[in-house]
């Protein structure tokens, strides 16, 4: 939500001022994200000067005030730079990520981590990142894949000195650790569209464009059905994958996805996910352009989704969070289903190509973890992936089903509420909506295309990288065994999707550096 450059040894007693967009005292400058969705506030004294951004709160009637950075609206970041030091604090939503370094005395900071490649050093990458990458164990922590940049993660606070950069932790956020019945007589389904209803009505601001990430699954039409009955001015944007299955009729995505748009009258604009797999040519990661290297695996698929919406929109709307909303407790969950093994981190010898450099890592994939969070960590290492992207376009992403509330009363329900997101589909049925909608046979996934991409561009990109590869050079990656994996997919019938995580990581480093592009 801002980016800086601050001088930790300006010791000018000159007052910061407003100048083109920043807040500027000599060198130094702090930029906020200037969006109609956010409030910036700014106060100072001989001290120090705070500045604060939020979402701002629209129409807010709760009365819940016992969760931190809730009850004034949405998520917020403070920024207070005082004598020799600077401090940073996030706040609960995690709408975007803040990323830290320090250089000679002065701290530079940004939500879009390309912003600060000239300190992303691929000679001090940061090994447990690399491993947890590469084995896809990734993990909400304030480790990034650089060992001097950080990441600011939900209500810590990142405090800057000439002796460098510390982290800390608040405490772990109090979660509903049993659920409860509900009084009798109460609608399950209309208390769930009440605090739905005030999620999106505080986050709609009148007379702003409104998009919806239309997938046609249960997450995004519940939230399109609630933002239908609060503004005015939505379209619909939907990723097509209809043409990668052979799933078709009234079970196909677009298919399920009219029905919705049809129900509510509104415009609907679509994107082919065929035509942007991961690695086409002209994405963001073979074009070479300075990105995130833990980048969304269909980073290029959603790129052009973002770029159907840019210009036509203000805020966008998506059913982020819709699972971790109902997700069952793993104690529940093995105790209904005991056949179900507990999570365990995967073992190196399930990514044969690891190196010996990523395997000594493993061991430290649980270190520097982040506590329990107010959201669900799935949710905000989720948003640290898709919400820059709408940024750099100009567009405030909100998420509802993430609201604490909603939440905290998701917690609360029984089993029988939760479980295959039973009440979001009565929800869907009890709308008029058609079972197809609400409980379709065969719900498309993305996997085909994974599959594409990686059969079409990710195999000739994994030749490239036995040739040239900084994961393979720095021992990340195995070569022998990398080549191995190459010649059995050549031919094979399924490609390891693993094989992604090596090529993206690869180009995303490269794309931080001076490093070539690996040809295509």
Known sequence: MLSCRIDLRD???????????KLVRGASWVRPVIHPTVLVTVSQDADRTRLVIQERAYQDHATDADIAGVANGGDQLEA???????????????????????AGGIVYGSWHLPDLRRHTNTERLLDRAVARVLTRQLRYSSDTLFQDIVMVTERATATATPAG?????????????????????????????????????????????????????????????????????????????????????????????????????????????SKHPPFVPGGIRCRGVAHDPGAAFYREAFDALRDAAAGNVDIMMTGLGGDELLALPATETAARSPRIAPNVNQRSTDVPWLGPRAQVALADVNTNLAPVPVLPLPTLMSFALHNPAYLQAGIWPISPLTDPRLLRFGEQLPFVWRRDKTLLRERLRCAGLPSYVYRPDRPETFSPLMQLGLRRYGLDLTRHMLNESLLIDAGYIDYTQFAAIYEAAVGAAQIPSLLCDAIALELGLRSLTTHPLLPT
């Not at 010791?11 to 967009?21: E, I, N, P």
């Not at 505080?202 to 239309?214: D, H, K, N, W, Y």
């Not at 005015?232 to 748009?261: H, K, M, N, S, Y």
């Open 80 to 102: 207070v730079v005082g004598s020799g030091s600077a401090r940073f604090t996030a706040g609960v939503g995690g709408t975007a990520p803040l990323y830290l370094t320090m």
């Open 165 to 273: 950069i510390t982290v800390g932790l608040p405490p772990a956020a109090q979660h509903v650790i049993a659920a409860r019945q509900p009084r009798g007589g109460t609608n399950v389904v209309e208390a769930f569209e009440t605090l739905l209803a005030s999620a999106v009505s505080r986050a709609v601001p009148p007379g702003m464009r409104i998009g919806i990430e239309l997938s046609g699954g249960v997450d995004s039409a519940n939230v399109a059905l609630t933002l239908a009955r609060h503004a005015t001015a939505i379209t619909c944007f939907g990723l097509l994958l209809d043409d990668l299955t052979d799933i078709r009729g009234e079970q196909g995505q677009d298919c399920r996805r009219q029905a919705v748009v049809s129900m509510l009258g509104l415009p609907d604009i679509t994107v082919q996910a």
């Open 11 to 21: 010791a000018s007693a000159d007052r910061w001022r407003w100048h083109g967009g």
